[in-house]
Structure formats: C-alpha cells, structure tokens
C-alpha cells in the first residue's frame, strides 16, 4: 500500500475518534456542571474542558474567557478550532474522499451522511440545538462509520492503519477524558471518596458510554480505584488504556507480518503495553493521576510520531 493512502486511511480513524471525544468531553462538562462548585478544583467544568482537550491556547485567543456557550460552539462548531466536531468530520470526509476507491460503499456513505447532515446543523439557528441532541447525533454517526468498517471492509493493512488510528486516538482520549476529572476536582484528601468525588467518577463513566459494563465487571459500590483500574488496567472494558494500547499492539505486529519488517514503533508499543501489564491501581496513584495520564498522553504521541516515520512518510526505518 503507497505510504499517502495509508496515512489518508489513518487519519480518517483518528479523526471521527476525535469527533467522538469532542462530544463525549462536552456532555461531560453539561453534567458536572449541574453540580453546585466544590470551591476548589479549576476554575470552571468548562475551562477544564478546554485544558484537557488541549484546545485552551486557542479559545483564549480568539474568546478570551471561558464563557460556556462559547465552548460550546468553539468545541463543536468552529472551524477554527482543528479539534472541533465540524473540523474533525471535516477532514475525515475529504481523507475519504481521497482514498474513496479503497472504501467500500458503506463506510463512504456513513462519513458522507455525517458530513452533510453537519452542514444542515450548521445552517440552524445555534438557539434551536440543545447540546444533548449535539452530542447524542455526534456519537451515533461515529458509531455508525465504526459498524460499517468492522463489517464490510477487508481485514487487510489497510483495515490495520484504520484501527491504528482508532487505538492510538482512543488511548489518547480515554486519558484526556479521565484528565478532566482531575481538573474540575484537583485531588484533595478532603473531598476523595466523598458523594461529590464518587458522582465526578459515575458522570465520566456514563459519558464514555461505559456505566452499565463497569457494574457488571465490578458490581457494589462506585469507587475512584474501581473506575481507575477499570479505565485504565481493564483489558475487558474496550476504551481502557491497556486495551487500546493492546489493540495497538495487534494490529502493529499484523503489519510488520505482512510486510516482512518491524519498525520502532512496534518496540515503542510493546514497551508501553508492559508498563501497563505489570502495573497496578496504587501506582497510578502513588505517582498522581494527573502526572500518570500526562505521562501515557506522551508515550502515546510518541508511538504515532514513530508510526508517522515508519509508515506513513514512506521512509521505513
């Protein structure tokens, strides 16, 4: 496969997984926000949308403060914003537009209808569109494009740099999205384990879509560790970090197969994947959540970064 339609393929799944996200860190935010402040934490459910997110730097220049229907708008709406719901859908179209011979029918056809039921969004007023119907329309065309390549394209590499976009954004996400907990409750001995700290943890599980399999793995009470191990050291739970990385790891070793060669990135991976393994709940605590998830965001950059040289610029090393 020529390194520009694998990397086309690529960027189509990391994007509508970022669209995805985007949806999932916004109905996050509506439903912290319906809690009365802790008076601690950061300064807003929605500031600490955008510092997550990564997208801070960006709305500052062009809003200033962090006023929630801007937020809104500048993290589903706004062109400008390269990590928006619009811009994301965006260029996931125009990379499958490039590659359309190497879609099938269907899967054009679920980035297709997305993109242009956005533009008839776009087209309505902003005061008719509650953010739940956003959020909700959001995740149900991602979905829709994920079913039509789990069940009509070839298990072939270009199936494997798909999914290597959605492991490696997933991970990504999984860790941004548990970041913002740590950003609306700063981790103080006060307030863990308390109703306040436990309903934080059960908002961001029904976000991911991920509340009732929690119960049935776990069952009884809702605590932070049981989400922690969950989210993160869980192979059962399909967005946790070690099952996206695992995730990674397969369909990177299907390639080096196929291609009769391994690159860095599959030792970056395999690496990654250990620490994970032989990891446990307390020292994802003992080093701080928040240090932990920065750290793994930047093992995963550092992965795609390697994936980027090994396949994607046509110089495989």
């Given at each position: 496969?020529?390194?520009?339609?694998?990397?086309?393929?690529?960027?189509?799944?990391?994007?509508?997984?970022?669209?995805?996200?985007?949806?999932?860190?916004?109905?996050?935010?509506?439903?912290?926000?319906?809690?009365?402040?802790?008076?601690?934490?950061?300064?807003?459910?929605?500031?600490?949308?955008?510092?997550?997110?990564?997208?801070?730097?960006?709305?500052?220049?062009?809003?200033?403060?962090?006023?929630?229907?801007?937020?809104?708008?500048?993290?589903?709406?706004?062109?400008?914003?390269?990590?928006?719901?619009?811009?994301?859908?965006?260029?996931?179209r125009e990379n499958a537009r490039i590659v359309r011979?190497?879609?099938?029918?269907?899967?054009?056809?679920?980035?297709?209808?997305?993109?242009?039921?956005?533009?008839?969004?776009?087209?309505?007023?902003?005061?008719?569109?509650?953010?739940?119907?956003?959020?909700?329309?959001?995740?149900?065309?991602?979905?829709?494009?994920?079913?039509?390549?789990?069940?009509?394209?070839?298990?072939?590499?270009?199936?494997?740099?798909?999914?290597?976009?959605?492991?490696?954004?997933?991970?990504?996400?999984?860790?941004?999205?548990?970041?913002?907990?740590?950003?609306?409750?700063?981790?103080?001995?006060?307030?863990?384990?308390?109703?306040?700290?436990?309903?934080?943890?059960?908002?961001?599980?029904?976000?991911?879509?991920?509340?009732?399999?929690?119960?049935?793995?776990?069952?009884?009470?809702?605590?932070?560790?049981?989400?922690?191990?969950?989210?993160?050291?869980?192979?059962?739970?399909?967005?946790?970090?070690?099952?996206?990385?695992?995730?990674?790891?397969?369909?990177?070793?299907?390639?080096?197969?196929?291609?009769?060669?391994?690159?860095?990135?599959?030792?970056?991976?395999?690496?990654?994947?250990?620490?994970?393994?032989?990891?446990?709940?307390?020292?994802?605590?003992?080093?701080?959540?928040?240090?932990?998830?920065?750290?793994?965001?930047?093992?995963?950059?550092?992965?795609?970064?390697?994936?980027?040289?090994?396949?994607?610029?046509?110089?495989?090393?």
């Amino acid at each position: 496969m020529l390194s520009r339609t694998a990397d086309n393929l690529y960027w189509i799944a990391r994007y509508a997984e970022r669209a995805e996200t985007m949806a999932r860190l916004l109905e996050v935010g509506s439903r912290i926000a319906l809690l009365p402040s802790s008076g601690t934490g950061y300064r807003s459910e929605w500031d600490s949308l955008l510092q997550a997110s990564g997208t801070a730097s960006g709305f500052a220049r062009k809003y200033g403060d962090p006023v929630q229907r801007n937020i809104e708008s500048y993290l589903f709406f706004d062109r400008d914003n390269p990590s928006s719901v619009a811009s994301c859908l965006l260029r996931a179209r125009e990379n499958a537009r490039i590659v359309r011979t190497a879609l099938t029918t269907q899967v054009w056809d679920a980035i297709n209808t997305a993109f242009q039921e956005l533009r008839s969004l776009e087209r309505r007023p902003r005061s008719e569109l509650e953010l739940t119907q956003l959020t909700e329309w959001t995740m149900r065309h991602t979905a829709m494009l994920r079913g039509a390549i789990d069940a009509t394209l070839l298990r072939n590499d270009g199936w494997d740099f798909l999914n290597l976009g959605y492991c490696l954004e997933r991970a990504d996400n999984t860790a941004r999205l548990m970041d913002v907990k740590y950003y609306v409750l700063l981790p103080g001995i006060d307030y863990v384990g308390s109703g306040l700290d436990n309903y934080q943890w059960t908002t961001l599980l029904r976000a991911m879509s991920a509340h009732r399999a929690f119960h049935w793995a776990y069952g009884g009470e809702v605590t932070a560790r049981k989400i922690a191990h969950f989210l993160i050291l869980n192979p059962q739970c399909p967005r946790s970090l070690i099952a996206c990385v695992d995730g990674l790891n397969t369909h990177l070793d299907r390639l080096a197969r196929g291609y009769g060669r391994s690159t860095r990135a599959q030792t970056k991976a395999r690496a990654v994947l250990a620490e994970l393994t032989d990891g446990t709940v307390d020292g994802v605590f003992d080093e701080g959540m928040h240090e932990f998830l920065t750290r793994f965001i930047g093992e995963i950059a550092a992965v795609a970064a390697l994936v980027h040289d090994g396949y994607l610029s046509g110089d495989v090393r």
